[in-house]
C-alpha cells in the first residue's frame, strides 16, 4: 500500500450550512469532517455556530469527507448530486483554504383523513407508513387529530403504503386498513414520496371487525420490575410493573399474528438471576394466559478451531420479532457464554484476522445450517441453547485501483455485496470503504463466494437493484485467493 508523507501544513475548510429551499442558515447543525486513508491527522467533528458556520483549520494536506446532519432534515455530504448520492472528498493542498457551502433538504411526507363510513373525519387513529417492501416496512406513524386529518413526517424519498392501526371509536370495532379500503398490502394504495414535497389526500377508510383483548399474568419468583413487550407488524407495546407477578392487559388487538416477551435483568450483587420468558401467539379471540418466567439459561458459544483469544473476534447479536430488528450490539462473551432473552435473535461472528467464518449450526437439524454463514444467522433462544461457527484460516482479499479516464480516484466510495445467485439477492450486510489518496481500495477477510463490485459516487449504500442497474462487477472469490480488481469509476449516463 502506498505512503503518503505527513505533511503539517494550516489548510482550512470553510463552510455554511442552510437550509435548502429558503437558504437560511442552520445552527447548530452537526458538522464531521472525516479524512481520506493517507491523509495524515483524525476525523473531527463541530456544531454550526448561530449563523450556520462552521471552520476546521490546520489540516494537513490531503482530501476530506465532510457530512452534516440535523434534526428533521436529510443529512448530506458535501458534493452529493442527488439525496442518496456520496459526497465527493476536499482536496487541499498545503496551506489552502476552501470555502463551502452546504444545503439540507427537509424529508417528505405523507398527509391524509382517517374517514368514517360518512366521511366524517375519526380522530386519535394511528397510521403508520410502510416502505412498499417485501414484507413492507414500518418506518414512520403519527396520529389523526380532532378532524381525522393525519401527517406522517421523516420519510426518505420512495414509494410507501400507509395503513391504520387496530382501534376502537365510538364503540365501533376498527380493523388494520391500507389505503385505498383493504386488509391487504397487494390490494393497497402506492403512494410516491419526493424529498421537501407532501403526498396529500392518502385517505384512509378503517374497515368495521372484531377486535380482541389478550390479557394474563406473568408468573414466578420476579424480585423487581419486568418488561413485557407485545409485537406485531404494526409495532410493539411494552408494560413495566414489580413483581412477584405482573398482570397485563393488551386491548384492541386485530386477529393474526403476535410474539409475547418478558425480560427481567439479573442483578449479580445481589444475586438475582435474569428471568425471561418468550411465546408466539395467533390471536382469534380473547385470550387469557399465564406466562411463566424462567431463569435465563447462558447460550453456549463453540468455536472450530477454538479461538484461544476471545478479544480477538466479535460476537454480534440483534434481537428481531414481528415488528423489525432492534440495533445491533457486541455481545460479551465469558468462558464462551453469553446472556441472551428468550425469542428470537440473530447473531453473526467477526472473526479475528486471518480467518473467515465457514459454517453455523445450532446443534439442531442440519436444515438449519446458514448457506451462507458469515452473515446474520437468526437463532430461537429457549431453555437450551448451543451455536457453533467453524472458522478457517485465511481469508481471501479483493483489492484494486479505481479510475477514471485513467486517473485514480481519491476516495471514491467502494461496494462488496455478498451475492446469492440462485435466489439473485443479497445474503449479507453491504460492506464499503473509500479509496485512499492514490485510488486504492481492500477487501479482506472474505469467505469463499460470489460477490458484486460497485466503484461509484452515484448511490449511498446501493440496494441490490441498484447494485444490478449499475452493472456492479460479479466475481467469484476462491478459498485463500487475493484477487487484483481494477474498475472503472460508474457514474450515471
Not at 483524525?42 to 448561530?50: F, K, P
Not at 486517473?407 to 462488496?416: E, F, I, K, N
Not at 441498484?466 to 460508474?490: F, H, K, N, P, T
Request: hydrophobic residues 40%; charged residues 20%.
Amino acid at each position: 500500500m502506498a505512503l503518503w508523507p505527513t505533511i503539517l501544513g494550516a489548510a482550512v475548510i470553510r463552510g455554511n450550512v442552510v437550509e435548502n429551499q429558503t437558504g437560511k442558515p442552520l445552527a447548530r447543525a452537526a458538522v464531521t469532517l472525516q479524512p481520506v486513508q493517507g491523509t495524515a491527522g483524525g476525523a473531527q467533528a463541530i456544531r454550526t455556530d448561530s449563523y450556520g458556520a462552521f471552520t476546521f483549520s490546520s489540516l494537513a494536506a490531503g482530501a476530506y469527507v465532510v457530512r452534516v446532519s440535523k434534526a428533521g432534515f436529510l443529512p448530506m455530504e458535501y458534493g452529493q448530486k442527488r439525496w442518496n448520492s456520496a459526497g465527493t472528498p476536499i482536496a487541499l493542498t498545503q496551506d489552502a483554504a476552501a470555502v463551502v457551502t452546504i444545503r439540507l433538504p427537509r424529508y417528505g411526507a405523507i398527509t391524509g383523513t382517517v374517514l368514517d363510513e360518512n366521511d366524517v373525519g375519526l380522530e386519535r387513529h394511528q397510521v403508520a407508513a410502510f416502505r412498499d417492501s417485501q414484507p413492507p416496512q414500518l418506518v414512520a406513524r403519527a396520529i389523526s387529530d380532532d378532524r381525522g386529518v393525519y401527517r406522517v413526517s421523516g420519510l426518505e424519498p420512495g414509494t410507501y403504503l400507509v395503513r391504520t392501526a387496530a382501534a376502537q371509536n365510538d364503540g365501533i370495532d376498527y380493523l388494520p386498513t391500507f389505503s385505498k379500503e383493504t386488509l391487504r398490502a397487494d390490494e393497497a394504495q402506492r403512494v410516491s414520496v419526493a424529498i421537501e414535497e407532501e403526498s396529500s389526500s392518502v385517505d384512509v377508510r378503517p374497515a368495521p371487525g372484531k377486535l380482541f383483548t389478550l390479557s394474563g399474568v406473568v408468573e414466578g419468583s420476579i424480585p423487581g420490575g419486568v418488561t413485557l413487550t407485545l409485537a406485531s407488524e404494526m409495532g410493539r407495546q411494552t408494560v413495566q410493573g414489580p413483581g412477584p407477578e405482573l398482570a397485563f392487559e393488551f386491548k384492541a388487538l386485530a386477529p393474526g399474528s403476535y410474539e409475547l416477551y418478558a425480560e427481567l435483568p439479573g442483578d449479580p450483587p445481589r444475586n438475582v438471576l435474569a428471568q425471561g420468558a418468550y411465546t408466539p401467539i395467533i390471536l382469534s379471540s380473547d385470550t387469557n394466559l399465564r406466562l411463566p418466567m424462567g431463569p435465563v439459561r447462558e447460550t453456549r458459544f463453540e468455536f472450530s478451531p477454538p479461538l484461544t483469544d476471545l478479544k480477538a473476534a466479535q460476537l454480534w447479536a440483534r434481537r428481531v420479532d414481528l415488528a423489525g430488528a432492534f440495533a445491533a450490539a457486541v455481545v460479551p462473551l465469558a468462558d464462551s457464554h453469553a446472556t441472551l432473552f428468550p425469542g428470537r435473535w440473530e447473531i453473526r461472528l467477526l472473526p479475528p484476522p486471518g480467518f473467515y467464518v465457514s459454517g453455523f449450526s445450532t446443534g439442531m437439524a442440519p436444515s438449519e445450517a446458514n448457506s451462507h454463514p458469515e452473515a446474520w444467522n437468526e437463532i430461537t433462544v429457549g431453555n437450551f441453547n448451543r451455536v457453533k461457527f467453524s472458522l478457517t484460516g485465511g481469508g481471501s482479499s479483493v483489492h484494486g485501483i479505481i479510475r477514471t479516464s485513467g486517473d485514480a480516484v481519491a476516495g471514491a466510495p467502494v461496494y462488496l455485496e455478498a451475492y446469492d445467485l440462485a435466489s439473485r439477492r443479497r445474503v449479507a450486510d453491504l460492506q464499503t470503504t473509500r479509496t485512499d489518496l492514490g485510488g486504492a481500495y481492500r477487501f479482506d477477510g472474505l469467505a469463499p463466494g460470489v460477490y458484486r463490485v460497485l466503484a461509484t459516487f452515484e448511490y449511498q449504500a446501493p440496494d441490490a437493484a441498484a447494485m444490478e442497474q449499475a452493472g456492479a462487477r460479479q466475481i467469484r472469490v476462491e478459498a485463500r485467493s487475493d484477487l487484483q480488481l481494477d474498475l472503472d469509476l460508474y457514474t450515471l449516463p
